[in-house]
Antibody, heavy 124, light 107 residues
Framework: EVQLVESGGGLVQPGRSLRLSCAAS????????MHWVRQAPGKGLEWVSG????????GYADSVKGRFTISRDNAKNSLYLQMNSLRAEDTALYYC?????????????????WGQGTTVTVSS | DIQMTQSPSSLSASVGDRVTITCRAS??????LNWYQQKPGKAPKLLIY???SLQGGVPSRFSGGGSGTDFTLTISSLQPEDFATYYC?????????FGQGTKLEIK
């Protein structure tokens, strides 16, 4: 079964850091680009970051550029999001998603597998 | 950055109706446009990719069209399970922006 399981969310104070993880299974992880997408409470979807199959191409939303870092470990079938200098507006459910396409960023063909998300709350 | 604008933001319809949701990009994105369905408390689900290709397992009553800057998602005959929020997303360039969503409600 193709599956993505996020972890690492929680309550954190403004200005602090958090690292999210996403464990992948059921598919050849290093064949695909991967993404992080977030959804603030009651709001729409926001693409946060994406990484190509070999980490050679990476992209970020303007809202997180310079604060968040995406990475992957293909040997561990895992995707990560290091979040620094967190702000209240980063409060959201963070989804890990698999790109449908060729492994590049932007993949061009959407995100066909999603995890259930991990919640990040930034508050003092 | 490419801005994606969906219309309408909300829509009331009845079972059996044909509905169309529109998505407009702020610049040409060729056919790099995807549609997702999201139900409350659930992760999004890919419906259509590359503007008009139906994702595996998605009912054929869903269809997508368009290219360049203007795109549509059409549901030919609404079923009870189709009431949800729909998002378009461009995968032409990073950041891979989403539209603001269209909430489809039962009339």
């Amino acid at each position: 079964e193709v599956q993505l399981v996020e972890s690492g969310g929680g309550l954190v104070q403004p200005g602090r850091s958090l690292r999210l993880s996403c464990a992948a299974s059921g598919f050849i992880f290093d064949d695909y680009a991967m993404h992080w997408v977030r959804q603030a409470p009651g709001k729409g979807l926001e693409w946060v970051s994406g990484i190509s199959w070999n980490s050679g191409s990476i992209g970020y939303a303007d809202s997180v550029k310079g604060r968040f870092t995406i990475s992957r470990d293909n040997a561990k079938n895992s995707l990560y999001l290091q979040m620094n200098s967190l702000r209240a507006e980063d409060t959201a459910l963070y989804y890990c998603a698999k790109d449908k396409g060729t492994g590049t960023i932007p993949g061009g063909y959407g995100m066909d597998v999603w995890g259930q998300g991990t919640t990040v709350t930034v508050s003092s | 950055d490419i801005q994606m604008t969906q219309s309408p933001s909300s829509l009331s319809a009845s079972v059996g109706d044909r509905v169309t949701i529109t998505c407009r990009a702020s610049q040409s994105i060729s056919s790099y446009l995807n549609w997702y369905q999201q139900k409350p408390g659930k992760a999004p689900k890919l419906l259509i990719y590359a503007a008009s290709s139906l994702q595996g397992g998605v009912p054929s009553r869903f269809s997508g069209g368009g290219s360049g800057t203007d795109f549509t998602l059409t549901i030919s005959s609404l079923q009870p399970e189709d009431f949800a929020t729909y998002y378009c997303q461009q995968s032409y360039s990073t950041p891979c922006t989403f539209g603001q969503g269209t909430k489809l409600e039962i009339k």
